[in-house]
């Protein structure tokens, strides 16, 4: 069965940095691109980055290049996200996702991101 | 930036048909894919490649494509397809992933 659990949201000041993590299982993790994609409380989804299947190439959205970093460990079965200079506008739900041939077909629950003073 | 415009919100009385739809001008170039989503729950994927459906989807789900605008139609429409429908495509160079703003399916 595939499962896909993220970890390390939690409360952090603007300004503050935080490590998500993705903890994959059930499936090749190696073989497949990945996703980060975030959800702002009530609203839509927000695609925020992907990672090729061996780590070398990454894509950010534009509201997060220069300010989060991707990444993955293939040997861990865990992606990351590394998430500094944060603002009031990136507190949102973070969800991973496996990209099958660009469609996101499995995600896991989401961790909760709450950037405030 | 490339956008994806969906309705807000689109009405259905059970049984009837509902269309949700999504436009975007890389649409031609690229696939749709649509997801569903209800309330304190991660998406799931219901359409893929603007008309396929994924195993354990029901066949009531259905998509096609004409032009700049992709479609989601659920024939037969039941109280649990009640959730939030997002499409999701990519910029015509295919770097960037775009979702839609987000469809809300309410059956009355």
């Known amino acids: 069965e595939v499962q896909l659990v993220e970890s390390g949201g939690g409360l952090v000041q603007p300004g503050g940095s935080l490590r998500l993590s993705c903890a994959a299982s059930?499936?090749?993790?190696?073989?497949?691109?990945m996703h980060w994609v975030r959800q702002a409380p009530g609203k839509g989804l927000v695609w925020v980055s992907r990672?090729?299947?061996?780590?070398?190439?990454?894509s950010y959205a534009d509201s997060v290049k220069g300010r989060f970093t991707i990444s993955r460990d293939n040997a861990k079965n865990t992606l990351y996200l590394q998430m500094n200079s944060l603002r009031a506008e990136d507190t949102a739900v973070y969800y991973c996702?496996?990209?099958?041939?660009?469609?996101?077909?499995?995600w896991g629950q989401g961790t909760l991101v709450t950037v405030s003073s | 930036s490339y956008e994806l415009t969906q309705p807000p919100s689109v009405s259905v009385s059970p049984g009837q048909t509902a269309r949700i739809t999504c436009s975007g001008d890389?649409?031609?170039?690229?696939?749709a894919y649509w997801y569903q989503q209800k309330p304190g729950q991660a998406p799931v994927l219901v359409i893929y490649?603007?008309?396929e459906r994924p195993s354990g989807i029901p066949e009531r789900f259905s998509g096609s494509s004409s032009g700049t605008t992709v479609t989601l139609t659920i024939s037969g429409v039941q109280a649990e397809d009640e959730a939030d429908y997002y499409c999701?495509?990519?910029?015509?160079?295919?770097?960037?992933?775009?979702f839609g703003g987000g469809t809300k399916l309410t059956v009355l």
């Open positions: 996702a496996r990209d099958h041939l660009n469609a996101f077909d499995y």
């Open positions: 059930g499936f090749t993790f190696s073989s497949y691109w």
């Open positions: 990672i090729n299947s061996d780590g070398s190439s990454t």
């Open positions: 890389a649409l031609p170039k690229q696939y």
């Open positions: 490649k603007d008309s």
């Open positions: 999701q495509s990519a910029d015509s160079s295919g770097t960037h992933v775009v």
